[in-house]
């Protein structure tokens, strides 16, 4: 009580610093002189938080604060500013907090407690039309908080309403309906709306402030009733997916209660639901009404204590095959296959509609029922029935075709008398390259077995009705072409020219004509051009050898128009001959410790080493006179003439594809060795190569180091020592680890050349080591450990041979 006390005193200093100029409120005990009206922003928050600090509500400090003297009307306002100051100033943590706790609001400001439901999803009724409405958690038919309240909403207790007076007099109350049914007003007393419509309380409200408040009696101020906090109501659900007790938002409706159960069981009826109220039926409930008509007139609002059940269904058919929305249906008594076929949403554009078929249930067997068209709408449907709607077959009752050589090729109408000119009249005529002499009719006989009738097309379309054959249907008429008897001839063109390839021939087709279609003549082109042409005879002359014809002919290599012309023929060949010397300049490049590294151009065909070198002003005199090497570019034909070689491997050998994807991956480059001071001497030594394009020298900068890498205990470069060998440089870096294989220990020189450990009994030798060398230690294999077996199988085979070599020597 003494915390409560000094947040009382703490909160109402503030509030009368403004009205009783700055006077020493925390020793005044009187509050009757404070005004809520002048109270600023920042006066709240320090309420708010003096508050909070002490772990009180502005409700609890309400009795203390009458007490000293401030009225009721008083407080309420600042009750109600502290409310909206807190509104406004709200932390999105704190408001999914309250939602966690279970307080629901909307933005209207009506609050309600929050309803949880947990869905269970339902596979065994999946097919039933109905089930996908409560299977949808989109579709919970929650009720709108943000909706005006409506007319008829029956008060009771738990609701809140908010009673509003303003014009000349102002009054501003939250008001709970307590559990005897009854608000509480301030001067005007308690006023029983329990069991009231919203409308009835409004009235009965405004009556009895109106004795109180003059200025409502006389109209200068006026009254207004809403509903503020909802209540939450408790009905039952019977027969449901999740039958149990529900509580609910007084506004929700039977749809919402029925979403939260789950929808009707295994068995439940979709389309007899009764809604019972004061143990009566209130309301029968045929959701078919919603899915069907979008009707929800069953929709009805629920109340406390009402019992929602949902019985047994009385019978069900399915409906298969070409209709809209194949499921399970419900029907009632009298309804008809029309009306199932409107819950199926009607036939499918593919359905054969002149007859369905029915699979019934008797007594002891199934029987079939077919239902004519003219039946649809006398024909009621049984418990248990199977409507099976077919696909309507695959075939026309009046098509013919037309195709060739007409203006529209497609499929017609027929007609009963229709002739073969009146088809191709419907055709839009003859394409000039029609060929009269004949058309082709393939007709379907009476026993599905096609046959062919031949028409004399001029002849049909002169009048002459014996040639003007009457068409049947399904009838697919040919018109041919002249085109289709022509042989397609084609031309080669090969050589210097922009396009090389196979071309259309056309008549009178010049060399000139393909020379310009092909894109011209390339700058490489020569004089010289070959025709080869083909041979034609009716006798064969063995004395003749030749199988073409060749024509030799001379051109302007520089123009691609020719003053004789050649006429070309079908299927020859021309092939445009390259200049004898043609050939753009190459580079190579030069990098390292020379005096101008950079791209030089082959000057010659035969450009060395030293030649090149020389012309990037010779070696400087940081150069390496043995690191100097040459990277020549992998062609891409060494790697395809590698993977075409038979290298005699088994299948599951893999060598072959590691090698090429290494060389296409990996190396890139073979490199050369090159000795300098050998070159220098002799400009004839076999280090002097000759260069090839896209060829790299290195010339390696002195490095007075030596590499060590590989399996060793620390890999490092070594100062250079001369007459050191090599196991002083692996004993300088720690010796070789319990991978490393020592024998196969190898050396790289700065050249790129490449030296290995050689041993001969129990000698070994190793390599020379040279200033910038590097000694490369390899992995040990792995090598696959015996087995008991095997060793008892050598074992074996010992013995044997043991015993043989006695024997043999007895």
Do not use: C
Not at 404 to 422: H, I, L, Q
């Amino acid at each position: 009580m003494k915390k409560v006390t000094y947040v009382l005193l703490l909160l109402f200093a503030l509030t009368m610093s403004l009205s009783v100029k700055a006077q020493d409120i925390m020793k005044s005990k009187d509050l009757s002189t404070v005004n809520v009206d002048y109270l600023s922003d920042d006066d709240l928050a320090k309420i708010s938080a003096q508050l909070k600090s002490n772990n009180a509500t502005i409700d609890q400090v309400e009795p203390m604060a009458l007490s000293k003297g401030m009225s009721q009307a008083n407080f309420n306002k600042l009750k109600i500013k502290l409310n909206e100051y807190a509104k406004k100033n709200a932390n999105p943590s704190e408001n999914v907090e309250k939602v966690e706790k279970g307080e629901k609001k909307s933005d209207s400001g009506r609050k309600q407690d929050a309803i949880k439901n947990v869905k269970v999803k339902d596979s065994a009724n999946a097919i039933i039309f109905g089930s996908e409405l409560f299977d949808n958690p989109t579709l919970n038919f929650e009720p709108d908080l943000k909706m005006a309240t409506p007319m008829n909403y029956v008060l009771g207790p738990g609701d809140e309403i908010q009673v509003t007076v303003y014009g000349v007099q102002e009054y501003n109350g939250t008001l709970p309906v307590s559990v005897e049914g009854k608000i509480s007003i301030e001067y005007v007393g308690q006023i029983a709306v329990s069991g009231m419509t919203i409308e009835a309380a409004t009235q009965k409200i405004k009556a009895a402030i109106a004795k109180v408040y003059s200025t409502v009696r006389s109209g200068q101020s006026q009254v207004s009733v809403s509903l503020g906090k909802i209540r939450t109501i408790k009905i039952t659900v019977v027969g449901g997916k999740q039958p149990g007790n529900y509580s609910l938002s007084s506004l929700a409706t039977v749809y919402n209660a029925l979403h939260l159960a789950g929808g009707p069981g295994k068995n439940g009826s979709y389309r007899n639901i009764e809604l019972i109220r004061n143990n009566k039926v209130y309301k029968n409930i045929d959701i078919y009404r919603f899915l069907v008509k979008g009707d929800q007139s069953d929709n009805v609002s629920l109340k406390e204590n009402d019992v929602i059940r949902i019985p047994a269904y009385t019978q069900r058919v399915t409906v298969e095959g070409e209709v809209k929305r194949p499921g399970v249906f419900e029907m009632k008594k009298g309804e008809t296959f029309a009306d199932l076929l409107g819950f199926a949403s009607g036939f499918n554009e593919f359905a054969y509609t002149a007859s369905v078929n029915v699979v019934q249930k008797t007594g002891k067997e199934f029987k079939v029922h077919d239902i004519n068209e003219s039946e649809f709408k006398t024909y009621q449907p049984q418990s248990g029935d199977v409507f099976r709607v077919t696909r309507i077959l695959n075939r026309f009752e009046n098509r013919i075709k037309i195709e060739g050589a007409v203006f529209r090729p497609d499929y017609y109408s027929f007609t009963e008398g229709m002739r073969v000119s009146d088809l191709i009249t419907r055709a839009e005529g003859l394409k000039e390259d029609a060929y009269s002499k004949r058309a082709r009719i393939i007709r379907l006989k009476t026993d599905l077995t096609t046959e062919i009738v031949n028409v004399n097309l001029e002849a049909a379309l002169s009048g002459d009705l014996s040639a003007d054959i009457e068409l049947k249907r399904e009838d697919i008429v040919t018109v041919y072409s002249i085109l289709d008897f022509r042989e397609e001839y084609k031309v080669i063109i090969d050589g210097e020219v922009k396009n090389p390839g196979e071309y259309e021939y056309y008549e009178n087709l010049t060399l000139n004509d393909l020379v310009v279609q092909v894109g011209g003549l390339t700058g490489s082109a020569s004089k010289r051009v070959e025709i080869a042409r083909m041979v034609k005879s009716d006798e064969i002359d063995d004395a003749d050898p030749k199988r073409v014809e060749l024509v030799e002919l001379e051109i302007t290599a520089d123009n691609n128009e020719q003053v004789k012309n050649f006429i070309l023929k079908p299927f020859d060949v021309i092939n445009i001959r390259r200049m004898a010397v043609y050939e753009k300049p190459q580079m190579v490049t030069i990098s390292g410790a020379v005096s101008y590294p950079g791209k030089y151009v082959l000057a010659n065909k035969k450009e060395t080493v030293y030649n090149v070198v020389m012309r990037a002003g010779g070696l400087t005199s940081i150069a390496n006179l043995d690191g100097m090497k040459i990277k020549r570019p992998i062609k891409e034909e060494q790697i395809e003439t590698l993977e075409r070689i038979d290298l005699n491997l088994d299948k599951s050998d893999t060598l072959k594809g590691k090698l090429a994807k290494k060389l296409k991956e990996d190396l890139k480059f073979a490199t050369i060795p090159v000795n300098w001071e050998k070159i220098v001497k002799n400009k004839n030594h076999f280090s002097n190569v000759t260069l090839f394009p896209g060829d790299e020298i290195e010339v390696a900068v002195y490095n007075e180091g030596v590499k060590v890498t590989g399996n060793v205990l620390l890999t490092s470069e070594i100062p250079y020592r001369s007459g050191k060998g090599f196991k002083y440089y692996l004993n300088a870096v720690g010796g070789v680890d319990n991978k490393g294989w020592k024998r196969k220990s190898y050396i790289i020189y700065p050249n790129g050349k490449a030296d290995v450990t050689t041993s001969f009994l129990f000698f070994r030798s190793y390599p020379k080591v040279e200033p910038d060398s590097q000694i490369v230690v390899p992995e040990k294999p792995e090598r696959k450990k015996m087995t008991a077996g095997e060793w008892v199988g050598i074992g074996s085979v010992i013995s044997s041979l043991a015993l043989l070599i006695l024997t043999a020597f007895k």
